[in-house]
Antibody, heavy 118, light 110 residues
Framework: QVHLVQSGAEVKKPGASVKVSCNAS????????MHWVRQAPGQGLEWMGW????????GLARKFQGRVILTRDITLSAAYMEVSSLTSEDTAVYYCARSAAEEFLVFWGQGTPVTVSS | QSALTQPASVSGSPGQSITISCTGSSSDVGGYNFVSWYQQLPGKAPKLMIYDVIHRPSGVSDRFSGSKSANTASLTISGLRAEDEADYYCVSYTSISTWVFGGGTKLTVL
């Protein structure tokens, strides 16, 4: 049974960085790409980027390039998303999500709320 | 990459059918058969309802169906039920190897 368990809620000051973890279990971690999606309060879903755990390769949406870093630790079956230079506009719930063979983003983490406030 | 365009809200009575549109461009929706639809209940993670334009994951009711014409994808829910009331999002693969979501549609069952 696939499980994606994310780290807990974070409160950060503007200008700081935050790193969210996503611990995977129930499948071979390196077989499936991991995506990151965020949702600001009362707003829609926003795709941020993806990584192939097997190679470490991936991509980011243009607005996040230069400010978001995706990494992984294969030994821990964990994916990480780090956002730097936080502003209040980064206040959101951040999700990791995984696809199945053809089904896009069928497994989701529980979400990590990140609040940016002075 | 701009968000795909969805109506902010749609509504219908129990038993009726509704359709939610998702309009993009030839660089996303129109260029690929990689459009998925998600249902999101308040405070919950999204749930995949349709993938690759027309396909339903195992366990999703056949009252949900997807289609596409040119640059617009659509999600149709037939035999509307109270439990269908939720937010719905489309997402598409794009020509720059990224993905883009629609702005979301709030479905109200009257």
């Amino acid at each position: 049974q696939v499980h994606l368990v994310q780290s807990g809620a974070e409160v950060k000051k503007p200008g700081a960085s935050v790193k969210v973890s996503c611990n995977a279990s129930g499948y071979t971690f390196t077989r499936f790409d991991m995506h990151w999606v965020r949702q600001a309060p009362g707003q829609g879903l926003e795709w941020m980027g993806w990584m192939a755990p097997s190679s470490g390769n991936g991509g980011l949406a243009r607005k996040f390039q230069g400010r978001v870093i995706l990494t992984r630790d294969i030994t821990l079956s964990a994916a990480y998303m780090e956002v730097s230079s936080l502003t209040s506009e980064d206040t959101a719930v951040y999700y990791c999500a995984r696809s199945a063979a053809e089904e896009f983003l069928v497994f989701w983490g529980q979400g990590t709320p990140v609040t940016v406030s002075s | 990459q701009s968000a795909l365009t969805q109506p902010a809200s749609v509504s219908g009575s129990p038993g009726q059918s509704i359709t939610i549109s998702c309009t993009g461009s030839s660089s996303d929706v129109g260029g690929y058969n990689f459009v998925s639809w998600y249902q999101q209940l308040p405070g919950k993670a999204p749930k995949l309802m349709i993938y690759d334009v027309i396909h339903r994951p195992s366990g999703v009711s056949d009252r949900f169906s997807g289609s596409k014409s040119a640059n617009t994808a659509s999600l149709t829910i037939s035999g509307l039920r109270a439990e269908d009331e939720a937010d719905y999002y489309c997402v598409s693969y794009t020509s720059i190897s990224t993905w883009v979501f629609g702005g979301g549609t709030k479905l109200t069952v009257l």
